[in-house]
């Protein structure tokens, strides 16, 4: 089962110039970089970890979850919300992000990859191709450091 985006207002980022906290109060203290997530998986089903890396894509209908990576050539993560609490702006594809929450296994349905890439505005024709599910790392965040513009981690 999986919420709804629905429709909501468009996310702003607001001051360039400093990071921005979304969720509990983090800091930048004791991140990893998103490439070591996959040693931490490594033979267990969860881990709890702050983790740093750059946001790819934003759900465009709510700000309700983001793909995070550390470059364009790697495996993306699916990030959401503890507890639906908060949400990221919509426009910070590119940003440096710093997630403290828990990465873990997942088997995401092909309605909810159809789903999540409707609200991230894809074609009709790309959210057709998606026929099968998929076995990922996802990660649920607490708390979400948004850096500023200028910023890589």
């Known amino acids: 089962m999986f919420a709804s985006c629905g429709n909501a207002p468009a996310g702003t980022t607001g ?17 990893i970089p998103y490439g070591e997530l ?6 267990v089903d969860s881990v709890a970890v702050k983790v740093k890396g750059t946001v790819q894509a934003v759900c465009q209908m709510k700000g309700c979850w983001m793909n995070v990576n550390d470059s364009a050539d790697s495996t ?32 995401t349905s092909v309605e ?7 609200d991230e505005g894809k074609s009709k024709e790309e959210i ?8 990922e790392l996802k990660f649920m965040a607490s708390g979400v450091l948004l850096m500023p513009e200028s910023t890589k981690q």
């Open 76 to 107: 993306e993560i699916f990030v959401q919300f503890k507890d639906y609490g908060f949400f990221m702006p919509k426009d910070i594809a590119g940003r440096e992000v710093v997630m403290d929450g828990y990465a873990y296994r997942s088997v």
């Open 38 to 43: 996959a040693s931490k998986m490594k033979g």
């Open 15 to 31: 001051e360039t110039g400093e990071a921005q906290i979304f969720g509990d109060t983090i800091t930048t203290d004791g991140a």
């Open 112 to 118: 909810e990859l159809q789903h999540y890439a409707k």
């Open 128 to 135: 057709d191709a998606i026929t099968a599910p998929l076995e």
